[in-house]
């Protein structure tokens, strides 16, 4: 069993940055993928980024074409912690955004929420212009 708690959102100004935490506690040996959603309200879950894990120093990560250039996943295997820097922040990124884990690889749950079984509670990231 993994848990994941998040941490790190916040309220900031268009073109401001923020760092997302999401720690990861219980079976971390489990996680074959780690990834971060977003949904606003009255749309989908989206997926934002992923990274995946247990391959130190050549891990491979995928982003949305939204977020390409601005965002960067990392993951501190060490501290069972993955990170989503957020630079270049706009309006249009305001969103509750999630953790999500899976012990499959991320080729095969991709960006597809329905295939990640382990989520965090969400944090609010809320972009002003």
């Known amino acids: 069993q993994v848990q994941l708690a998040e941490s790190g959102g916040g309220s900031v100004q268009s073109g401001g940055s923020l760092r997302l935490s999401c720690g990861a506690s219980?079976?971390?040996?489990?996680?074959?993928?780690m990834a971060w959603f977003r949904q606003a309200p009255g749309k989908q879950r989206q997926g934002v980024a992923h990274?995946?894990?247990?391959?130190?120093?050549?891990?491979?990560?995928f982003y949305h074409d939204s977020v390409k250039g601005r965002f960067t996943i990392s993951l501190d295997s060490a501290k069972n912690t993955s990170y989503l820097q957020m630079d270049g922040l706009k309006p249009e990124d305001t969103a509750m955004y999630y953790c999500?884990?899976?012990?499959?690889?991320?080729?095969?749950?991709?960006?597809?929420?329905?295939?990640?079984?382990?989520w965090g509670q969400g944090t609010q990231v809320t972009v002003s212009s």
């Open positions: 999500a884990a899976d012990r499959r690889t991320c080729s095969l749950v991709a960006s597809a929420a329905h295939r990640f079984g382990t």
């Open positions: 219980g079976n971390t040996n489990d996680i074959g993928c």
């Open positions: 990274i995946t894990v247990g391959r130190e120093g050549r891990e491979l990560t």
